[in-house]
């Protein structure tokens, strides 16, 4: 089954928790902090896999948890930090953060990779925080928490030119016809049901991908048919081969199919407006009045667009046609598919911008937040010179100052996660 998007939810490992633990040898029981530090939480991370072709793997699974850090042990020893977890998607795949509708990557290069969720640090273990007047600290430091978020995959395939034209008018034949690939053909609408791709090497030497884009119809942008599952793919093409049944023998006329299909295209996004497009005037071979190929093409012609007769079922004209293909995407630049501002801006915290949560439980002050969760479990609350450094940390971060601004006053209760103790100024 070919499966083109898909939405998973990532959570990289958080960090090991640093250790309390002293020196105790036979001839030193008193000796000093020992405690070591935690080691790092795995971080989750988008690799390009050059044998996936959809994104079948994620319709079955949809999360994706990283591996924790060790903690510090004993004898100043560090934990061991967590190995990354690795998700393989095929090349081709944009890669969006769920809540902003921003692009997180867009994996369009073998072997890529991009971090989709940041492990944790490991927190510092009690040998790090003595000091001439605190020999024996007794708190460490929590590991950080590693990075969540829900993202959407979308597959838009890699090929250099892209086929389009209403079903029926011989686009899977004439990929047949010109490249190894083996589409499904029959004489009925809708035959394909997934993009085919295929190589061609019309000039020595040269050669370039083609994708036969099936489900286009009048109201494809708007999902009508199977439009919208497969427009996304037109996007990565540099040139387009628009077919035609010149033939007319369906009762159509393939100006209006022409007009049609580019309406549907470039309401769907109107950068396509300005890919190259070259017109194949398919089934040449029963056609029985020239004058209608003639009218077409002067038509078009006197519009900017190249014609050429051709017949996928014989082998007429595709040479020429192909010839012609392979010319353009020399002369022709690789257009950005995402513009610069769609992507998204990772903001870096920088100190004193803490994830500090405050609201009011009856008449309780309540704060929370992953850097007071942190600071809590790094205070040794039986211990004065722990207590003290808890006290300046809440101090320098503003939280006394934002409950004032809250309005507390000497007496009323603060509550730190499971922590309560009344407020004196």
Do not use: W
């Not at 998973?8 to 530090?37: Q, T």
Request: negative net charge.
């Amino acid at each position: 089954m070919f499966v083109d998007i898909a939405k998973i939810m990532v959570k990289a490992g958080n960090g090991g928790n640093g250790r309390v633990s002293f020196r105790r040898e036979k001839y030193a029981p008193d000796g000093g902090p020992d405690g070591g530090d935690g080691g790092r939480g795995a971080s989750v991370i988008a690799e390009v896999d050059a044998g996936m072709r959809t994104l079948m793997d994620f319709r079955y699974k949809t999360k994706y948890v990283a591996e924790p850090g060790e903690d510090g042990g004993k004898k100043k020893m560090s934990g061991k930090s967590a190995d990354d977890l690795i998700i393989k998607v095929p090349q081709g795949t944009i890669i969006r953060d769920l809540q902003t509708g921003k692009v997180i990557a867009d994996m369009k290069d073998l072997g890529q990779r991009v971090i989709l969720a940041q492990g944790g640090k490991g927190g510092r273990g009690n040998q790090h925080f003595a000091t001439p007047t605190r020999q024996a600290p007794t708190f460490a430091e929590k590991g950080t928490t590693g990075g969540e978020r829900t993202i959407s995959l979308e597959l838009k395939m890699l090929a250099d030119v892209g086929l389009l034209g209403y079903p029926n008018v011989g686009k899977s034949t004439f990929l047949a016809a010109t490249t190894q690939a083996k589409p499904k053909i029959a004489n009925y609408h809708f035959t394909t049901l997934q993009p085919n791709l295929g190589v061609v090497e019309a000039i020595k030497g040269k050669s370039f991908v083609i994708a036969d884009i099936p489900g286009l119809i009048e109201g494809a942008k708007d999902g009508v048919g199977l439009g919208l599952d497969f427009l996304r793919h037109v996007e990565r093409t540099r040139v387009l081969i628009h077919v035609v049944d010149i033939s007319g023998i369906e009762g159509r006329d393939p100006y209006e199919d022409f007009t049609k299909i580019n309406a549907e295209v470039f309401g769907y996004n109107a950068k396509l407006a300005n890919r190259k497009q070259v017109v194949a005037a398919n089934k040449m071979d029963l056609l029985f009045d020239e004058e209608v190929f003639n009218s077409f093409k002067a038509r078009l012609n006197a519009e900017g667009y190249d014609v050429f007769p051709i017949s996928a079922a014989t082998g007429e004209g595709i040479d020429a046609l192909l010839s012609k293909v392979t010319t353009l995407l020399d002369t022709l630049e690789i257009e950005p598919l995402i513009d610069e501002e769609d992507y998204l801006v990772e903001v870096v915290e920088r100190a004193g911008e803490k994830d500090i949560v405050y609201f009011m439980d009856g008449d309780v002050y309540c704060v929370e937040g992953d850097y007071i969760d942190r600071l809590l479990y790094s205070t040794n609350l039986e211990d004065i010179e722990s207590l003290r450094r808890f006290q300046n940390a809440l101090k320098m971060n503003g939280v006394f100052d934002h409950l004032r601004e809250m309005g507390i006053t000497d007496g009323d209760t603060v509550r730190i996660f499971e922590l309560e103790f009344e407020f004196y100024d």
